[in-house]
């Protein structure tokens, strides 16, 4: 078995019971391999055989895996929305997350039709931009943001469809 203790927790949780290896239950190592010295549990669950276990580590296996990448997905999302930027259409890096976007929006609510505005771009350079010019910003930000949360929903699609836990562990998750 990979790791004994990870499916001594999944067994717990599968059976409303939180597991704290070294507390409740002790895992050792020996010649064969893992087996569990000590079960102080009893009273809240019963000890499984060893073959119990090894039928249930693939789905435990995968269970973990799961949840591991959800939470790197998500861990790299939050970054990507808080702090992405792009090159807009007219070749000018901008950011391109909320606050950027409430920036932009909130310059068109006081920007006449004929108005120019100095707009600050992701390297702090400033540039003479029309109201079409931040209209387009505008739509460009809502694109990249939206193509984020595609992306996003893409991977969560793939972690939980997947079967294996090799196959989630071997998902790379880039914004």
Known sequence: ???????VKYYGQKNGVVITCDEDVSVVKDPNGFRIAEWNISDKLR????????????EALLYFA????LAELDTKFNDAIENGHMTCSFGV??????????????LLLVMGAD????????NNQFHELTRIQVELLQKEIIGHIKG?????????????TLTTAEEVDSIVIEF
């Open 1 to 7: 078995m990979k790791d004994l203790a990870l499916v």
């Open 47 to 58: 000890q499984p055989s060893v073959d119990e276990l090894k039928a249930l580590e693939p």
């Open 66 to 69: 799961r949840k591991n990448k």
């Open 93 to 106: 890096e901008i950011d391109a997350n909320n606050d950027a976007l409430r920036n932009v929006g909130n």
């Open 115 to 122: 108005d120019k505005e100095l707009f600050c771009d992701y």
């Open 148 to 160: 984020l949360y595609a992306k996003k929903w893409s991977y969560r699609e793939q972690i939980n």
